[in-house]
């Protein structure tokens, strides 16, 4: 059975129970650097652990032992500050790769909701946006690397590149290779999220990301709590 029929075939067989069983949900956060992403993730997953839901949540790059040694390389590892964006690319896809089948889709099949901090979306918009590599290529590499599985909802927190530097560069650790790009990069990646969620309104939510905390939470929350009743996930 290829993964598409199994999904199908698990659904099914879910709701064949008297009760709605819980499903896999699996949600993505997306935005540039400091607009709040890891905070925001970890205060969603802590609200739906304690309303009683099984959650995964897992960050790209990285999230499996091979996507930690490529973390590495990608953001941390002086001797590859000077890699090619073709290169780029590929570390990133290969992360993504393992991520999706070692951790993502077994999560869902189990009926958990998976948390995952940055996805496709971000390759699409900084190696195809900020570094203008072929969009046509970069969609069908990340169809291969997910196996096809998207993400039900994506949230994009919005906040202008500046300001988000500001924040992401006052943590205590000296920036990584991916937050040292020049200032009209992170223009054009605020600019592409953007657009991204103009195009796929369903399933992208930009959210406000200029809020205290707990405004972005309550906002995030807002756009969930719906979607995740049907998915026999009982939020209150
Ligand atoms: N709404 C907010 N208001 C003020 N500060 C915030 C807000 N959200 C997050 N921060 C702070 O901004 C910094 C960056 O936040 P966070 O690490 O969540 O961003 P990120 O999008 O995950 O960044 P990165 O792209 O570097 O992974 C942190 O110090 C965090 O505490
Ligand atoms: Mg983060």
């Known amino acids: 059975m290829d993964a598409a029929s199994a999904w199908h075939f698990c659904g099914m067989a879910l709701k ?14 997306e935005g540039s650097e400091g607009c709040g992403k890891t ?16 959650v995964l949540t897992v960050r790209e ?30 570390l990133f896809a290969a992360s993504r ?6 951790k993502i889709l077994p999560a869902l099949a189990r009926g958990r909701i998976v948390l995952c901090d940055r996805f496709a979306d971000s390759t699409r918009v900084y190696q195809g946006i900020g570094r203008g590599l072929d969009r ?6 990340n169809r291969f690397v997910t196996d096809g599985r998207q993400p ?7 906040l202008p590149a500046r300001r988000g530097l500001r924040r992401a560069r006052t943590k205590t650790r000296r ?3 991916m937050e040292s790009q020049r200032a009209s990069f992170y223009e054009a990646v605020r600019r592409g999220f953007r657009a991204l969620a103009r195009s796929e309104p369903r399933r992208v939510r930009l959210v406000d990301g200029s809020g205290t905390l707990h405004q972005v939470s309550q906002a995030i ?10 998915k026999g996930h009982d939020p209150d």
């Open 221 to 230: 929350w807002k756009h969930l709590q719906p979607l995740l009743r049907g």
């Open 136 to 141: 046509s290529l970069i969609r069908r590499l």
């Open 16 to 29: 064949t129970r008297g009760k709605v069983a819980r499903r896999g949900f699996f949600i993505t956060f």
């Open 61 to 90: 790059p990285g999230g499996t032992a091979l996507g930690d040694r490529i973390r590495h390389l990608l953001k941390f590892s002086r001797a590859n500050h000077r890699m090619s964006a073709e290169a780029e690319l590929l």
């Open 175 to 177: 920036p990584d290779r």
């Open 152 to 158: 039900d909802l994506t949230f994009v927190l919005d």
């Open 39 to 54: 905070t925001q993730l970890q205060r969603l997953a802590r609200r739906l652990t304690r309303a009683g839901s099984a």
């Open 97 to 102: 790769a393992q991520l999706v089948r070692e």
